[in-house]
């Protein structure tokens, strides 16, 4: 075990910790500093139990926070990814519905000479595709709306 020295709201403490962990030791310090400073500078001089109680459970708060809102990505996630299943598994339907769909109506409407038909099953075809593909669009933009916002926050906890 090294003892480190750390400033939390402006008192000095001697720590110990393990070979190695300085750094995160520096890194938990350095929240708990920011946050007893805060509390000093909206209430003033705080006795410094209380000041240090205060700050770990305004960083405890956050922490929970940021729990909240990753449970929170994690489930939007795991809902798109079933979203985009059922999106491929609509695409792969649609595909091999069209293409017999279309193997069928060629045989029928070029016998008839009946071009037509089939140029408004390709339009179909391309306005059921411009959809799947808007929607996935969607839900990408979407995901990665919330996931800067998860990585924004905890990057924020972490200054």
């Given at each position: ?18 070979k190695g962990e300085e750094d995160q030791l520096d890194t938990a310090a350095k929240l708990l500093d920011r946050e007893a400073l ?107 709306t919330d996931s800067l916002k998860v990585i924004e926050a905890v990057e924020g906890a972490f200054k």
């Amino acid at each position: 075990m090294i003892e480190v020295e750390i400033t939390i709201g402006g008192h000095k403490f001697r720590i110990a910790c393990a070979k190695g962990e300085e750094d995160q030791l520096d890194t938990a310090a350095k929240l708990l500093d920011r946050e007893a400073l805060a509390l000093q500078s909206a209430n003033g001089r705080v006795p410094e139990t209380k000041m240090l109680l205060m700050a770990g459970l305004m960083l405890g708060d956050k922490i929970k926070s940021l729990e909240w809102e990753k449970a929170s990505a994690q489930k939007d996630l795991s809902d798109y990814k079933k979203e985009i299943e059922n999106l491929k598994i609509q695409v792969d339907n649609f595909q091999n519905q069209t293409a017999l769909d279309f193997e069928d109506d060629n045989k029928k409407h070029l016998a008839n000479g009946d071009e037509n038909e089939i140029l408004l099953l390709l339009k179909n075809t391309a306005d059921t595709l411009d959809n799947v593909l808007s929607k996935f669009s969607d839900l990408k933009d979407k995901h990665s709306t919330d996931s800067l916002k998860v990585i924004e926050a905890v990057e924020g906890a972490f200054k």
